[in-house]
């Protein structure tokens, strides 16, 4: 019987795996008649057996999860942590470990591009998307943007596959092409480390995809990792990872994931079918068509994304990987993707103008990297920043420096808001520019009172929201509500 394991915030993403057909119409589902017997277990003690269906056993609380060791397979949710010390008693009981972003990747990787990175892995989705479309290849987003993978009806055109590091820890079989946005510092305790969290974002390509597209800088990453090594001209997958489908989706092909050399696992280099992993990164020529496209955009059409931001970036490693799907991107095609383009929620969104001050929504900058991107898209303003959010031991150095660089004219407040919001500035030399608020409300006030007329006021907090809010867009609204309030 199959067992499901939900957790924590996300307990109920496991639903989405009962309520659907898996890869190649196999059900995941307990309908009337069915002989597929269930084991739902949720350690959140408050969880209900709600939208699951009838006939399966529910368990609740911490003493849930004994009740997995009865299931021939476990589908887990996102939720449930890659370190939770009850994964390793199932792996001892040989109970195999997937999810509902594996099972879907094993019946539909020809089909798919797959994306990942710490920041901007949405915003790339999206541009993917658009361009294929635009290029006359039916295609949709879905994943961790949008529809989830088991709940999508079968479809003959391409999948572009937003995955979180959560969903990639658990793949076995990686998407046809994958791209790695970027590298940041991001989930370190849910993955167990930095490292860690690292690898577990490679799997998107480990597991056997064709093509894996990244900058540079990423490369360089992935190969100070040993997951990818340099050899003449291209790269081989580094001694330890491999795409069997015996891996146990908890790591490489280490002494726990049951890989045997004898069943064509060769400690990673080369892919099993002996075909070999193809690396692109963006050449000059791609560039030089990004900039002319966003150039010819005009400018009152032109998103604050690909004024100054990190939208350059995303639409490169889009063209890549379209081209890597095997279609021909013009610039033509890019200025129209560009000029309709409509940014995502909570990145960079407009709120409003209110008192002399153009407010901007950045709840889902969580990593001092994208604080730095979103302080970049407003090269000639000045910026009033609103920072701070859940703390995770994050290293904020980098920003506090790029802070220091900023001049009293581009930078004239910095506005701490819990629970971290003086850590996430600590390396910030010039503390005459900052003021610590109490809470999101006493900040917003304090910044219509002081904020020099003109300014940008931008909330780009650096660290999730989880510690005094549900999610991300419970702490956008309230921003939202008091900016409005204002008028």
Same mark, same amino acid.
């Given at each position: 019987?199959?067992? =499901? ?31 597929? %017997? ?10 209900? %057996?709600?939208?699951?269906? !009838? ?10 999860? !004994? ?27 040989? =109970? ?5 972003? +594996? ?8 089909? %798919? =591009?797959?994306?990942?990175?710490? /920041? ?7 541009? =993917?998307? %658009? ?9 949709? *987003?879905?994943?961790?943007?949008? *529809?989830?993978?088991?709940?999508? !009806? ?5 999948? @572009? ?27 370190? #305790? ?10 577990? /974002?490679?799997?998107?390509? #480990?597991?056997?995809? +064709? &093509? ?8 360089? &990453? ?56 193809? &690396? @692109?990164?963006? #050449? ?34 889009? &063209? ?14 890019? $200025?129209? $993707? ?85 850590? @996430? ?38 660290? !999730? ?9 419970? /702490? ?12």
């Amino acid at each position: 019987m199959d067992g =499901i394991w939900g957790s924590g915030r996300e307990g109920h993403a496991a639903a989405d795996y009962l309520d659907s057909s898996g890869p190649h119409g196999m059900s995941h589902s307990s309908p009337p008649g069915s002989s597929v %017997a269930m084991i739902i277990a949720d350690e959140n003690a408050g969880a209900s %057996a709600e939208g699951f269906p !009838p006939g399966a056993s529910f368990f609740a609380g911490p003493e849930a999860l !004994p009740h997995l060791l009865d299931a021939s397979r476990v589908i887990l949710s996102p939720g449930v942590p890659g370190v939770h010390p009850f994964r390793r008693a199932l792996s001892e009981a040989g =109970i195999p470990l997937t999810s509902g972003t +594996d099972l879907w990747m094993q019946g539909h990787r020809d089909q %798919a =591009i797959g994306v990942t990175g710490t /920041k901007g892995k949405s915003t790339t989705s999206s541009l =993917i998307t %658009a361009i294929l479309n635009r290029c006359g290849l039916p295609t949709r *987003t879905a994943g961790n943007i949008g *529809t989830p993978l088991l709940g999508l !009806p079968e479809y003959d055109g391409t999948t @572009v596959v937003e995955l979180s590091s959560y969903q990639c820890h658990s793949l076995t079989v990686s998407p046809r092409v994958s791209v790695i946005v970027n590298l940041y510092q991001e989930h370190l #305790t849910w993955h167990g480390g930095l490292e860690e969290y690292w690898r577990d /974002k490679c799997r998107i390509f #480990t597991q056997g995809a +064709d &093509v894996l597209v990244a900058d540079c800088e990423t490369l360089d &990453v992935i190969v100070v990792l040993g997951v990818l090594v340099r050899e003449g001209s291209g790269y081989r997958l580094g001694l330890g990872f491999c795409d069997s489908a015996q891996n146990d989706g908890d790591g490489g092909c280490g002494a726990d994931s049951g890989c045997d050399p004898d069943d064509g696992c060769d400690g990673g280099n080369r892919r099993n079918d002996g075909g070999t992993l193809r &690396v @692109v990164t963006p #050449t000059e020529e791609t560039r030089t068509l990004v900039a002319r496209a966003i150039a010819s955009v005009p400018s009152e059409s032109l998103p604050r994304l690909f004024a100054s931001g990190p939208g350059a970036h995303n639409l490169t490693l889009a &063209v890549c990987a379209a081209q890597a799907w095997g279609v021909e991107v013009s610039e033509d095609i890019l $200025v129209d $993707v560009i000029s309709t383009f409509e940014s995502l929620p909570h990145r960079l969104a407009f709120v409003g103008h209110v008192g002399g001050l153009d407010w901007y929504d950045d709840t889902l900058s969580t990593a001092p990297e994208s604080v730095i991107a979103a302080l970049d898209s407003f090269p000639e303003r000045a910026v009033v920043l609103i920072a701070g959010g859940q703390s995770r031991g994050v290293d904020y150095n980098n920003l506090g420096r790029f802070l220091t660089t900023l001049p009293a004219g581009r930078l004239p407040l910095v506005v701490t808001i819990p629970s971290n919001g003086p850590e @996430v500035i600590a390396s910030f030399a010039d503390g005459s520019r900052v003021q610590h608020a109490s809470s999101l409300s006493d900040a917003v006030r304090l910044i219509a009172d002081r904020a020099p007329s003109g300014s940008v006021v931008l909330l780009s907090p650096g660290a !999730p929201s989880y510690d005094l809010y549900a999610n991300f867009e419970q /702490k956008s609204a309230e921003y939202i509500r008091l900016v409005t309030e204002l008028e």
